[in-house]
């Protein structure tokens, strides 16, 4: 079981390098799938997404894919808006929401950011050319932040997955930009919402720490996989994997929770494939004309 763990850190962290997302995104719902207490999870999740959001600055400094003045404002509203959402949390648990709020507001999260991912793509690629240039504006970027953080502690997610299509659509970042941006941001969410939860809930530190080894290794292929992808493809596996996961959580919600964690598992096996895929092609290309 040690292993799986490992292996399953590894490939949450592939996603976490290439999507800019802390991993929690994922690995919160796979773990109350597995029967973990929904506290207890997002727990865990924020302790692993801290390994993967430092394992993913490191590799995407060297991509140069960080802008650090938006990741500053992100990062430090962000960790603001934990304190504010950990009350609500506590509350939640306390009148037996959680096993119901908390899956709910995942659902309305995923699908419409797997509407603004998919289905405005196409708009976006028409106004490209107006619109190349990064628009940085402090009450957009206190917003995301507001968000992420919130978000973040109230789910027990890295806030990425709700930053990175924000910092696109909102501040027109490249998706390379918007994923290493939105990593360096995720690190002191995370942190801030990891100590709040280590101090009221049990946490599992040896399953936190075994998926954090397989994510130190899986974060650096996924940034790596970021060169060889265009921004455009990058966002329509995005919007995929928010698809994945709200059919999952649905699952969970009618009491299908092996239906939901299958059609996690067939994603990313899918997904680690075409990425192999892609680059052994990208390999070869690569030897072919040096």
Not at 43 to 53: D, F, Q, V
Not at 63 to 77: D, R, S, Y
Not at 170 to 185: H, I, Q
Request: aromatic share 12%.
């Amino acid at each position: 079981m040690e292993f799986f763990y490992i292996l399953l850190g590894l490939c949450i962290g592939i996603f976490s390098g290439i999507f800019g997302i802390g991993g929690g995104f994922i690995l919160t719902p796979v773990l109350i799938l597995f029967g973990i207490p929904p506290l207890s999870a997002i727990g865990t999740s924020l302790m692993y997404s801290i390994g993967t959001s430092v394992s993913g600055v490191a590799a995407h400094l060297r991509f140069k894919n960080i802008l650090w003045k938006p990741a500053a404002v992100l990062g430090i509203v962000g960790i603001g808006a934990t304190q504010v959402a950990h009350p609500l949390v506590v509350w939640s648990e306390k009148m037996g929401y959680d096993d119901t709020i908390i899956p709910i507001f995942y659902i309305v999260l995923l699908a419409y950011f797997a509407l603004s991912l998919l289905y405005k793509q196409s708009k976006r690629k028409k106004t490209a050319q107006s619109t190349t240039e990064i628009q940085f504006s402090w009450p957009k970027a206190v917003f995301i932040g507001f968000t992420g953080g919130f978000i973040s502690t109230t789910l027990g997610v890295g806030g990425g997955f709700v930053m990175v299509p924000m910092l696109i659509s909102l501040m027109k970042f490249p998706s390379r930009k918007a994923v290493g941006t939105s990593l360096v941001s995720v690190f002191f969410i995370v942190s801030a919402g990891f100590l709040t939860y280590a101090s009221s809930v049990q946490i599992d530190y040896k399953l936190g720490l075994l998926l954090i080894l397989g994510a130190l290794v899986g974060t650096q292929l996924g940034a790596k996989l970021t060169t060889i992808y265009s921004s455009e493809q990058i966002q329509k596996y995005l919007g995929a994997l928010y698809i994945t996961i709200l059919s999952s959580v649905i699952l969970k919600l009618v009491h299908f929770d092996k239906a939901g964690l299958g059609i996690i598992t067939l994603y990313v096996l899918t997904m680690l494939v075409l990425f192999l895929k892609e680059t052994i092609t990208h390999t070869k290309r690569k030897t072919s004309t040096s």
